[in-house]
């Protein structure tokens, strides 16, 4: 297959290239030069619709760290590199007289209200800049054309032992302090890298895949939980409870990434037969069951 990534230079991103790469696929990388408005649009568009030609999928991965403090003008960029990219994105592909089979489109699990444990059939939205920024996102996803099958993956936390935030997680562990953020009744919903890049490719060759899939683990754990996992898993000597307004006062209105999170249940990919290689955070840590 010939699969078009943006986003296609950061850690997921870069990790799904190899990962396809090694399966025989065919990458179209989509970096900044891509999304760069010309001086003439008719051109502009153009010429991003002459970079997807020919592509059987399209996967839409761009957008700025979350995990940064909000001011007004980050806020922006996190709302550009996402609803300004996917907008591009999507007025590329259906711009094209033979589409892509798929998109599948990023969104994240902050979409829901974490006051509940939700499926992708009765998932209510959140509120605050979160679930707006995810709701406004999905909003663009959806404004591709109906010949193009569309699965728009809300994402938990992708964990790799080699990158991306866990190693960062797992530090203060690694030195025998097991560290919990608040009281740790916060649900934790996460995913471990190599299953999302599985159930990308699951999710490309199972047609009755589309609309919201749930990208997280079937478990379903807390702040709580995940640190019981790592503190056997490396050992602790301590265990430090860390307040809530320490990351209040460090990333101001982001710190909700931290004081809460919704209960996500992978429905759609359970009863589709979708089998997890890490689908608890001690197989995670163990490597996996295969």
């Known amino acids: 297959m010939r699969i078009a990534i943006s986003g296609a230079s950061g850690f997921i991103g870069s990790y799904l290239v190899r990962?396809?790469?090694?399966?025989?696929?065919?990458?179209?990388?989509?970096?900044?030069?891509?999304?760069?408005?010309?001086?003439?649009?008719?051109?502009?568009?153009?010429?991003?619709?002459?970079?997807?030609?020919?592509?059987?999928?399209?996967?839409?991965?761009?957008?700025?760290p979350i995990n940064h403090r909000w001011t007004k003008a980050y806020k922006r960029e996190l709302w550009e590199s996402r609803i300004g990219t996917t907008h591009r994105l999507v007025e590329a592909i259906n711009a094209l007289e033979r589409k892509p089979s798929v998109f599948i489109s990023t969104s994240a699990v902050g979409y829901y209200d974490p006051a509940f444990c939700r499926n992708e059939f009765d998932g209510n939205r959140g509120e605050g800049f979160l679930a707006d920024l995810c709701v406004g996102w999905e909003r663009e996803a959806r404004r591709v054309s109906g010949d193009v099958r569309l699965s728009i993956v809300r994402l938990g936390i992708v964990l790799d032992q080699r990158g991306g935030a866990f190693p960062r997680m797992a530090k203060p562990f690694r030195m025998g302090?097991?560290?919990?953020?608040?009281?740790?009744?916060?649900?934790?919903?996460?995913?471990?890298?190599?299953?999302?890049?599985?159930?990308?490719?699951?999710?490309?060759?199972?047609?009755?895949?589309?609309?919201?899939?749930?990208l997280v683990a079937p478990q379903r754990t807390t702040n709580a939980g995940l640190t019981d996992a790592l503190a056997r898993y490396y050992g602790d000597r301590w265990r430090v409870s860390i307040p809530l307004w320490v990351f209040r006062l460090w990333y101001g209105e982001a710190a909700e990434l931290f004081a809460s999170g919704p209960c996500v249940i992978p429905r759609k990919l359970l009863g589709n037969g979708f089998e997890f290689r890490c689908p608890t955070l001690s197989a995670f840590l163990g490597g996996g069951e295969a």
Do not use: K
Request: glycine share 12%.
């Open 19 to 64: 990962y396809f790469t090694s399966e025989g696929h065919w990458i179209v990388p989509l970096g900044r030069d891509f999304f760069a408005d010309g001086p003439d649009a008719g051109e502009t568009l153009g010429r991003r619709a002459a970079l997807l030609r020919g592509c059987d999928a399209v996967i839409n991965l761009a957008g700025a």
């Open 177 to 214: 302090i097991a560290t919990r953020i608040g009281s740790g009744h916060q649900a934790f919903a996460w995913i471990a890298l190599q299953d999302m890049a599985r159930v990308v490719e699951f999710i490309m060759t199972h047609e009755a895949l589309f609309g919201v899939i749930n």
